[in-house]
T-cell receptor
Framework: DQQVKQNSPSLSVQEGRISILNCDYTNSMFDYFLWYKKYPAEGPTFLIS?????DKNEDGRFTVFLNKSAKHLSLHIVPSQPGDSAVYFC????????????FGSGTRLSIRP | EPEVTQTPSHQVTQMGQEVILRCVPI?????FYWYRQILGQKVEFLVS????????KSEIFDDQFSVERPDGSNFTLKIRSTKLEDSAMYFC?????????????FGPGTRLTVL
């Protein structure tokens, strides 16, 4: 099941620079996309979301961009901070399912000083 | 800040044994979920639960699995006869509403090891 794909297992970014995490999806029935952040020994924590009718959503340092024609979304973090070091999961919901979230495999982001 | 809690943090069991994983959702939440993450793989949806009934389940959630809300606070996942491939991190989540998936709050997880 590769409906949500995160092709970069890891990413290293210098503190203060922009982090860009990418995600691709295959199911055109997805109507809602989410990004989660996960620290070791903790559950995923919701970060930011975007509806399929929008192409951008911004919340502080975090911005999610959605390109429906390319079935691609990205998460921008600027400026990157040490506390941003975590695993980031892209996820999606199919409009026919109220509760099921389909996750990508995650990208481990490391912010270096 | 209210949070979802899960016990135990780590459960080791022998293949074929029954296990019960416990979760205490956030108190005013009405919808409950179980997810699992096999080591190195994706987080996968197992089941959602509302009003003492399963709302939705994945193909992973077969007859070996069951969920229950035995009292007003706990939400449990039972695996009847564990297999080696059930070894995974199991996350419970809860939400106040069904349609808003971004309001699913996750617990810290229970690591299940089947020997």
């Amino acid at each position: 099941d590769q409906q949500v794909k995160q092709n970069s297992p890891s990413l290293s970014v210098q503190e203060g620079r922009i982090s860009i995490l990418n995600c691709d999806y295959t199911n055109s029935m997805f109507d809602y996309f989410l990004w989660y952040k996960k620290y070791p020994a903790e559950g995923p924590t919701f970060l930011i979301s975007i509806s399929s009718i929008k192409d951008k959503n911004e919340d502080g340092r975090f911005t999610v961009f959605l390109n429906k024609s390319a079935k691609h979304l990205s998460l921008h973090i600027v400026p990157s901070q040490p506390g941003d070091s975590a695993v980031y999961f892209c996820a999606a919901r199919c409009h026919s399912s109220a509760s099921k979230i389909i996750f990508g495999s995650g990208t481990r982001l490391s912010i270096r000083p | 800040e209210p949070e979802v809690t899960q016990t135990p943090s780590h459960q080791v069991t022998q293949m074929g044994q029954e296990v019960i994983l416990r979760c205490v959702p956030i108190s005013n939440h009405l919808y409950f979920y179980w997810y699992r993450q096999i080591l190195g793989q994706k987080v996968e949806f197992l089941v959602s639960f509302y009003n003492n009934e399963i709302s939705e389940k994945s193909e992973i959630f077969d007859d070996q699995f069951s969920v229950e809300r035995p009292d007003g606070s706990n939400f449990t996942l039972k695996i009847r006869s564990t297999k080696l491939e059930d070894s995974a991190m199991y996350f419970c989540a809860s939400s106040p509403r069904l349609q808003t998936v971004d309001e699913q709050f996750f617990g810290p997880g229970t690591r299940l090891t089947v020997l």
